[in-house]
């Protein structure tokens, strides 16, 4: 698979209009609860008080509360996506696959530092961990990989680079280690190197 053929998150399909205007009131109901509280803090039952809708609303509309944090990370997501596929090097083609991936890497690291408790709160439900998304970023890593003449399981070395760009990880780096994130991306950026054999 050419990485062009790659999936992106799911387009939101046409709504109607009070479909609409109860999904935008969820979304800034959430935004806004989520930036007074933290995403850990806010209750679905919260969401919807604040957006005036019911409960039922809320859990036809997103599904599950982990569903509901990936629609709000997902603008984020595609703007990523889209730099990482299509965008100008070193993150997008036009660069060499190892300075690709060690942009994705830096980028990645940000996103991750930026929606850490909207990932950790995303990755609680199983289908969303092992959604679209990830699956869409294991990808891109491996093929990555394979570009770089990387040789051994390139889905068990995707897996390993990518369990370092973990929310969880990168918490636990920062706070318990009292590492910097330059310290991190110089450490995920070492191991991809000695992947990719330099």
Not at 45 to 71: N, P, Q, Y
Not at 107 to 119: D, K, M, Q, S, T
Request: hydrophobic share 45%; glycine share 8%; aromatic share 6%.
């Amino acid at each position: 698979m050419a990485v062009r053929e790659l999936p992106m998150t799911g387009q939101i399909p046409q709504e109607r209009g009070d479909a609409a205007r109860n999904r935008l009131l969820l979304l800034d109901a959430a935004r806004r609860l989520i930036a007074e509280r933290g995403a850990e803090a806010v209750t679905m039952d919260e969401i919807a008080a604040a957006a005036g809708v019911g409960k039922g609303t809320l859990f036809r509309r997103f599904g599950s509360r982990a569903g509901l944090m990936m629609v709000l990370l997902d603008e984020d997501e595609r703007a990523l996506q889209q730099a990482y596929l299509f965008g100008p090097p070193p993150l997008g083609p036009a660069a060499p696959p190892l300075e690709r991936l060690l942009a994705y890497g830096r980028e990645r690291l940000n996103f991750v530092r930026a929606h850490g408790e909207l990932l950790n709160v995303a990755n609680s439900d199983r289908e969303m961990r092992y959604g679209p998304v990830v699956m869409l970023n294991h990808r891109h890593v491996r093929v990555l990989l394979a570009a770089a003449a990387t040789t051994g399981d390139l889905d068990a070395q995707a897996d390993a680079l990518l369990a370092l760009l973990e929310p969880d990880y990168l918490e636990h780096q920062l706070i318990d280690l009292g590492r910097t994130l330059q310290q991190v991306a110089e450490s995920w950026e070492s191991l991809a190197r000695k992947l990719c054999g330099y």
